[in-house]
């Protein structure tokens, strides 16, 4: 199983990457999206999936998955939250002040 | 005693939460920035001293032991570079006043300015491969706040490239600590180090090296990852802009330093190898950008890159002296770069332009900033008495040590094409006739120069008195070249 | 010693001081009493008794940078030049200059110049050396920039910069090299170990390295071209450094390393043909300049080659005669440049085709020319210095050692010829820079100023030059066994004191002298004829040009390369990062054997889970191919609710409840971010774009999926998390571990997570709020 979250891990970085390199920004965004849900599997299955019970301590078991990478992806989904939050707002008034959503619109020219 | 680790950190946190509460009271928020620096730099400092006559602070946050909790490493490398940061910040916190807008000031500049000091502080202190992702974060999100800031038409357009291109990495690092988790079941790096030394980075632990320096080298913009830095730059305010130069890129090289000295030293054959490659493609690179451009502030910009490259050809060079060089020259260019974006920033500011082909015969009215950018070029480019040459030295010498010719010829036509691209600036901008089309002489510097002065007084001692500097990048280059050393020291071993 | 090194730079400091105060006298003669000084603290080591001194001051010992001062015989005559000829030139620069102008500024750079001049000729230290030869780089930069409204003066003075910068690094490098091969950064010290350096692999590239720093500086072919453009610094300065004495700092260069070189043969080659080529070729373009300044520019550069060549023959006449060319050029070429001066200086131009007949108004110039001139065409003459280190100069072409290789014995057979020929065309534009100035028509209404004699204190400096040109012409055996000898004896140990004669009976070099003349008088008379030839060589091929052409391609092509890739597309900046860091972790995943597949110790598969795996790779595909922006980002929710769920099978509580509420309020910000933006519009990319886009996707998707399996299928060490589990409750005091290491063991990220979430709400905020850029900065 852990081999099938890795490969379904990758699609997610491969759709990611696929939109984050598109022209309209919506597109971009969702692609960071996409990303981060990629890499929260990935962390997870370093873990090692499905070994024992969850990790809240319980006596007579013996047996808990591994709680530090559940623990890192927390921080990440917190970080990923406001990171994308803040892009969005950062799109919306890019779009909104350089009248386009279009990235290859917005590429500026030399000597500004 | 090692409680002091916490304090470069955590003290930037609470200037930040003050000043997002004086957000209004500007004049005091200044009074509060200058007067909050200046102690981090005294403590800074006196951590400074301990380190170099005591060894390493360590701290264990929450009496967690080493390797379980997170550990904060004040080493003679991270103190250095803590040290040097609050130097940066301070001539910085006293640019700020005269170079931003009130609006600009009271729209939170000064709490992003602590925040990101403290990110920047907490990436070189701490010992801990996840926490040092979190740091990341908190310095990019600082500095997507700062490149922003003012928010018109080409800062928002330039950011947004910028806060994407960084996202992107720091998923890549984030995945990639997963990784290294995933094979040696830790991310303390003196635990990672001990355990890869143990396996003898067999098997995918080099790609997953590669992968690491990759996210670093995207911050820290390095050949060919270096597209999203120059333009975002230069969109800021100048103040800004020194910032960044001096120390967003440089936190990315110091975590490639510390990586590939600590953990990633088995297939140096591989790996350091390549590193001169990239070294050379970064400088050929970086400064023919610089010479593509007569936008003053753009030239600066670009050459963050063959700076950079210097240092990663220290590293993958991987001798005592390279080392020493790399280290030296990272010093020396946090300081100069902060001082040349400063300089340009007034240049720009009292020309009305930053468009080198509208200047001309600025030296009739503001000779002192000629002379400052003058000897800025110098410094920059290596040429003796002043920093760079002592940095630029000891790389040559570790290069030619190792018998790396071509990277030699090449770091000394780069040398050269730096002192060109700088020159042109003092050549068109400050020598010719008075220029009419331009205002001259209405603005006043005022402000202004005290704190480049500053800055560039620490590039002179720092080659001039090289003999008190040069004993302890030694010192931090032995250490780094023996990772054992680190290892012991967080692991108690 | 170190003072008397310094004391001009320690000067400087003061000089805009008392340029401001005392504005009525000139400054210049207050700076006037610092080489003075330094003059008569070196001149009383001049004598037969010598032997070298040394003095040592500490600046950088870890590094091996001291200040490491000899005083043998080659640096005194080259103090005795610096510090006797500077003080000519500050005396001349005080009527020369005007008080209008900005002395202040010129002084310090002057004095600047002295102080690194000195500090070359006396450290023996590579790197100090380097130091203050970078310094005189620097100094000649701003010297020549002086006049910087001139657009000539700013060419001139980067050019200059240029050039010598880039040979001053090369000997950097060079020094560098010999340090690492020797172990030492004393030049003494790398002259007693030359063995080794002579048997290093590296010696042709330390060789290399350091002639390329001496011939840019001493303007060898084909470096040469800065120096015509660096006349544009006021004369006292050309005078000064671009004739007497920082050119000379190559031959400097040379002289003190030829004890370690001089056993390698490819000194000899690369040294004497560099130095015959730019005799010929600087004697033969100054015949043809019509600017007084820019004949003596090539002159300079022809009898620089001359004494190059001579370095690079080494025999104990060469060298000898090197030496004491050194010192008659600093006088006869220094009071040419003087009389240059007076003559733009009293008639307004330096145009010898506007000039004639001044002898009647100028006297006295006319009459330091003639001297000057004639010593420097080599005319044989009793009284005229220059006639006898041009004949030393035929001799030592004749006796020349011959050696194993090709090469050399080819070299040894045409020098006499190439000699012969460079110095009829210096016998050349000797003849016509007197004869063309002082006789002939007079065009005094082509003349700006009415010309008259120059003021006593103008004439003052050329005349005690031009005096130093009489006096040792008449008494050679003056200056040769007090300091000559010396200065030859460091640079070839073997050379032995000897009388210098003005007769030795009628000598191959004498009749080489007399061919010279001979010649030279047909070709001066019939020098109009000769136009054609320069039309030919160089035409359109000068060195100048290609100097221009590098500047250019370099400003042009620089913008296209950093344009064709810097194009502000972020597809672009982002294909590129992501396809290098494919193929190069690609690679290195494969070299060093990096794939592992583990299939053992894995979870089980179930229907569930492939299920919510399928769902989400849908709808992960359906981002790409939705149209719709509701669409688009309702799917993404649905990814985003697929890996909750996957965090539920997995048995991680505390994460799916969050992925859930965070997904929630994600899907609810895009939303309200993108309701007034435009609908997604069909991709309209041609399909080369797609497919690069593609298969930068995929590689780098399963890139990241091969390492991950290969990450956990390389499972070597028990992880960390065995530790928390144990001590969760007993020292965190808490049974869900997780909440344990977030808030206690990992407390710090915690704590910093929430300031990232506290900025991106503050940088929101002031995104919003502050809309308009309402200020210029």
Known sequence: MEIIISILAGILIATGVYNLLQKQLLRIVIGTGLLSHGAHLFILTMGKLKRGQPPVLEDNITNYTDPLPQALILTSIVISFGVTSLILVLAYRTANENKTDNMEQLRGNENE | MSNLVILPIIIPLIAGIIAVFLNKKVVITRGLTKIFIIANLAIVSYMTWIVFNSGSIILETGSWVAPYGIILVADPLSIVLVLTTNIVAAACAFYAPYSLSLKKEQHYFYAFYFFLISGVSGAFLTGDLFNLFVFFEVLLMASYALIVLGGDKVQLRESIKYVLINLFSSILFVTVVAFLYGVVGTVNMAQIAERVQEVEQKGVLTAIGILLFFVFGTKAALFPLYYWMPKSYIVPNPVISALFGALLTKVGIYSILRVFTLIFIHEINLTHEMFIWIAGLSMVFGIIGALSTNNIKLIVAYNVIPAIGFIIMGIGIFNQDAISGSVYYLIHDMIIKSALFLIVGVIAYVAGTSDLRKMSGLMHHYPLLGWLLFVSAFVLAGIPPFSGFIGKLLLLKGALTDEKIAIVIIALLTSLLILYSIMKIFIRGFWGEKNTTMELGKRSMKGFIGPIVFLLTFSVVLGIGAEYIYPSIDTISAYLLDPEQYIDSVLKE | ?777
């Open chain 3, 1 to 777: 010693m170190i003072f008397a090194v310094l004391i001009p730079l320690l000067f400087a400091c003061f000089v805009p001081i008392i340029s401001k105060i005392k504005h009525k006298v000139h400054t210049g003669f207050f700076v006037f009493v610092i080489p003075f000084m330094i003059f008569l603290y070196f001149i009383r080591f001049v004598g037969t008794g010598f032997s070298p001194i040394r003095d040592t001051y500490n600046w950088i010992p870890s590094l091996g940078i001291n200040f490491d001062f000899y005083l043998d015989g080659l640096s005194l005559l080259f103090v005795l030049l610096i510090s006797g000829i500077g003080t000519l030139v500050v005396l001349y620069s005080v009527y020369y200059l005007d008080t209008s102008e900005r002395l202040g500024q010129f002084y310090v750079y002057l004095l600047m110049f002295m102080t690194a001049m000195l500090g070359v000729v006396l450290s023996d230290n590579v790197f100090v050396l380097y130091v203050f030869w970078e310094l005189t780089s620097i100094s000649s930069f701003l010297l020549i920039g002086y006049w910087h409204f001139n657009e000539r003066s700013r060419y001139g003075a980067l050019k200059s910069m240029l050039i010598t910068i880039f040979g001053g690094l090369s000997m950097f490098a060079g020094f560098i090299l010999l340090t690492v091969i020797t172990g030492t950064t004393s030049i003494q010290g790398m002259i007693e170990q030359k063995d080794i350096i002579l048997d290093s692999t590296y010696l042709p590239l330390a060789l290399g390295f350091i002639l390329l720093g001496a011939f840019t500086k001493s303007a060898q072919f084909p470096f040469h071209i800065w120096l015509p453009d660096a006349m544009e610094a006021p004369t006292p300065v050309s005078a000064y450094l671009h004739s007497a004495t920082m050119v000379k700092a190559g031959l400097f260069l040379v002289a003190r390393f030829s004890p370690v070189f001089s056993g390698y043969e490819w000194f000899f080659i690369v040294v004497s043909s560099f130095g015959i080529v730019t005799l010929c070729w600087g004697s033969y373009m100054a015949v043809r300049q019509t600017d007084l300044k820019a004949i003596l520019a090539f002159s300079t550069i022809s009898q620089l080659g001359m004494i190059m060549a001579m370095l690079g023959f080494g025999t104990k006449v060469a060298v000898f005669a090197a030496v004491f060319h050194i010192l008659n050029h600093a006088t006869f070429k220094g009071s040419l440049f003087m009389v240059a001066g007076i003559i733009d200086h009293e008639t307004g131009t330096r145009d010898i085709r506007k000039l004639g007949g001044l002898i009647s108004f100028m006297p006295i110039t006319a009459t330091l020319a003639l001297l000057g001139t004639f010593s420097m065409a080599g005319v044989p003459l009793p009284f005229l210095n220059g006639f006898y280190s041009k004949e030393l100069f035929f001799e030592s072409t004749l006796n020349l050692n011959e050696g194993m290789n090709g090469v050399t014995n080819f070299l040894v057979q045409i020098v006499p010829y190439l000699a012969v020929f460079g110095s009829i065309f210096t016998f050349v534009y000797s003849v016509y820079f007197f004869f063309g100035v002082f006789t002939g028509k007079k065009n005094l209404d082509k003349l700006p100023k009415k010309p008259h004699e120059a003021p006593v204190g103008m004439l003052l400096s050329p005349i005690v030059l031009v005096l130093g040109v009489i006096t040792i012409g008449l008494f050679p055996n003056l200056v040769n066994g007090s300091f000559l000898a010396h200065a030859a004896q460091s640079v070839n140990h073997a050379f032995e004191y000897k009388n210098i004669q003005f007769w030795h009976g009628f000598t191959t070099p004498l009749l080489m002298s007399l061919i010279v003349v001979g010649i030279g008088v047909i070709l001066y008379l019939t020098r109009t004829k000769w136009d054609a030839v320069y039309r030919l060589l160089p035409g359109n091929w000068s060195f100048n040009k290609v100097y221009n052409v590098i500047l250019q391609t370099i400003d042009t092509y620089s913008n296209k390369v950093t344009n064709a890739y810097m194009n502000g597309s972020v597809r672009t900046y982002m294909a590129i990062i992501l396809g290098t860091t494919f193929i190069v972790t690609l690679v290195f995943l494969l070299v060093t054997d990096g794939v592992t597949i583990n299939y053992d110790n894995l979870a089980d598969i179930t229907i569930l889970e492939i299920s919510v795996v399928l769902i989400i790779t849908i709808a992960a595909l359906g981002t790409i191919f939705s149209n719709n922006k509701l669409a688009a980002i309702l799917i993404l929710g649905v990814v985003g609710y697929g890996v909750a769920i996957l965090f539920v099978i997995y048995r991680a509580p505390d994460l799916a409840l969050t992925q859930l509420v965070i997904e929630t309020v994600t899907v609810a910000l895009f939303l309200l971010c993108f309701y007034h933006l435009p609908q997604l519009r069909k991709r309209t990319e041609s399909i080369r774009t797609k497919s690069i886009n593609a298969s930068v996707a995929i590689g780098f998707g399963a890139l990241m999926s091969l390492i991950a399996i290969s990450a956990h299928s390389s499972n070597w060490f028990d992880t960390i998390s065995d530790y928390f589990l144990e001590t969760a409750l007993s020292i965190g005091g808490g049974t869900n571990v997780v909440n344990v290491i977030l808030v206690d063991m990992r407390g710090l990220d915690t704590l910093f997570e929430i300031t990232v979430l506290g900025i991106a709400a503050l940088a929101i905020y002031s995104l919003i709020k502050l809309k308009k850029n309402e200020e210029a900065d």
